[in-house]
């Protein structure tokens, strides 16, 4: 059964840094690119950042380029969302997401999610 | 500001069947597929549709999904309680280099 676990999220104030991670099971993790999406409250869905399947190639939203940084371990089976400079902005529930392999499929499992709250 | 437009809500009475509407543009449906999810309250997102018109294994055939130019649409008969939540519709963005989603559209089964 495929599972992703989020953790890492909680109450940061602005400016801060947090790192989540996303473990992985049940696939093979290295057959699959794997992401970030977010949802602010009572906001919708927003694609946050993506890596590809052997950690060379990564790329992120114009809004959080350059303060997140995505990355994973193969070994681990993990995926991780390194979040500096914090904003109120960036307060959501981030879910890790699975991206099918074939061309035209979108996010075929995602996790339960993790709260992360910017605030002082 | 979501990238892919979708009205905000829609209702309809059980046994019904209902549409959601979303809006692109070339840069995304010009020439990639729409994708489609359900969330509902308390869950993680769930795929519905893959390639426009494509069910992952498991979603039952009460959905289905439809695109033409930049717009793409998602039906839902048969309409269920259990299907209230929120619809988002997505799409491979090739001028943002990155996924984009619809902002969402709440259904509501009266």
């Known amino acids: 059964e495929v599972q992703l676990v989020e953790s890492g999220g909680g109450l940061i104030q602005p400016g801060g840094s947090l790192r989540l991670s996303c473990a992985a099971s049940g696939f093979t993790f290295t057959d699959h690119w794997m992401h970030w999406v977010r949802q602010t409250p009572g906001k919708g869905l927003m694609w946050v950042s993506r890596i590809d399947n052997l950690g060379t190639s990564t790329n992120s939203a114009n809004s959080v380029k350059g303060r997140f940084t995505i990355s994973r371990d193969n070994a681990k089976n993990t995926i991780y969302l390194q979040m500096n400079s914090l904003t109120a902005e960036d307060t959501a529930v981030y879910y890790c997401?699975?991206?099918?392999?074939?061309w035209g499929q979108g996010f075929d499992y995602w996790g339960q999610g993790t709260l992360v709250t910017v605030s002082a | 500001q979501a990238v892919l437009t979708q009205p905000p809500s829609v209702s309809g009475t059980p046994g019904q069947k209902i549409t959601f509407s979303c809006s692109g543009t070339t840069s995304n449906f010009g020439g990639n597929p729409a994708n489609w999810y359900q969330h509902l309250p308390g869950t993680a997102p769930k795929l519905l549709i893959n390639?426009?018109?494509e069910r992952p294994s498991g979603v039952p055939d009460r959905f289905s999904g439809s695109k033409s130019g930049t717009s793409a649409s998602l039906a839902i008969s048969g309409l269920q309680s259990d299907d209230e939540g929120d619809y988002y519709c997505?799409?491979?963005?090739?001028?943002?280099?990155?996924?984009?989603f619809g902002g969402g559209t709440k259904l509501t089964v009266l």
């Open positions: 390639n426009n018109n």
């Open positions: 997401a699975r991206k099918a392999n074939a």
């Open positions: 997505a799409a491979w963005d090739d001028s943002l280099d990155g996924w984009v």
